[in-house]
Nanobody
Framework: QVQLVESGGGLVQAGASLRLSCQASTPPFITYDWVWFRQAPGKEREFVAVIRRIDSSTYYADSVKGRFSISRDNAKNTLYLQMNSLKADDTAVYYC??????????????????WGQGTQVTVSS
């Protein structure tokens, strides 16, 4: 069982930056695909970014490409999401999740087994 704890959310103004962290309780960290999703009020959970276990390749939603960056520190069992140039539309609860994907699709929430509790990010315009 992998336990995930997010941190780093908060209230910022548009244009600011935040870095979210996701601490995993159990190694081996590198044997999982790691992902960030977000969910705004009244909306479905939305894929943000993923880092694949096979080759550490990263993929992003079009809405955050060029502004967000996903990374991990294997020694610290920690996943990060660096968010720059934040917009009001980025306001949501952000969740990290882990799983072992068997195919090339990575944006489906039900494919991930372990989830954090979420951290709120609010961007004021």
């Amino acid at each position: 069982q992998v336990q995930l704890v997010e941190s780093g959310g908060g209230l910022v103004q548009a244009g600011a930056s935040l870095r979210l962290s996701c601490q995993a309780s159990t190694p081996p960290f590198i044997t999982y695909d790691w992902v960030w999703f977000r969910q705004a009020p009244g909306k479905e959970r939305e894929f943000v970014a993923v880092i694949r276990r096979i080759d550490s390749s990263t993929y992003y939603a079009d809405s955050v490409k060029g502004r967000f960056s996903i990374s991990r520190d294997n020694a610290k069992n920690t996943l990060y999401l660096q968010m720059n140039s934040l917009k009001a539309d980025d306001t949501a609860v952000y969740y990290c999740a882990a799983g072992r994907l068997s195919g090339r699709y990575y944006s489906i929430p039900s494919d991930y087994n372990y989830w954090g509790q979420g951290t709120q990010v609010t961007v004021s315009s």
